[in-house]
């Protein structure tokens, strides 16, 4: 039972890209999930996380407005649209179940490998 970010890559300042986040042995429809990133040297952070029923989903200041989750039932899979990308949005990204609006990576559970973005020109 776990969740695999997948999608990474390098992308230029000013651009666009999509992560997913594909779930197996259960079903997101039941969890909040959080997107998480966590850049060399520095602790992991919340990016957004969205809950349980949908209702309220939250962002970090430094990518509000920029970033949106958005979660496709049928295929039981979330993502993390990216947009106007910054090189301090580089990081490892991962995304995990967990109390959402509570946001400290320490209280989701269901880690996946997490999936790299680099923007840089």
């Known amino acids: 039972v776990q969740l695999q970010a997948s999608g990474g890559g390098m992308v230029q300042p000013g651009g666009f890209w999509r992560l997913s986040c594909s779930a197996s042995?259960?079903?997101?429809?039941?969890?909040?999930i959080g997107w998480f990133r966590q850049a060399p040297g520095k602790e992991r952070e919340a990016v957004s996380c969205?809950?349980?029923?949908?209702?309220?989903?939250y962002y970090a200041d430094g990518v509000k407005g920029r970033f949106t989750t958005s979660i496709d039932v049928a295929k039981n899979t979330v993502y993390l649209q990216m947009n106007s990308l910054k090189p301090e949005d580089t990081a490892v990204y991962y995304c995990a179940t967990g109390p959402c609006p509570y946001r400290t990576y320490y209280e989701y559970i269901n880690w996946g490998q997490g999936t790299q973005v680099t923007v840089s020109s």
């Open positions: 042995g259960f079903t997101l429809e039941d969890h909040g």
């Open positions: 969205i809950t349980r029923s949908r209702v309220y989903a």
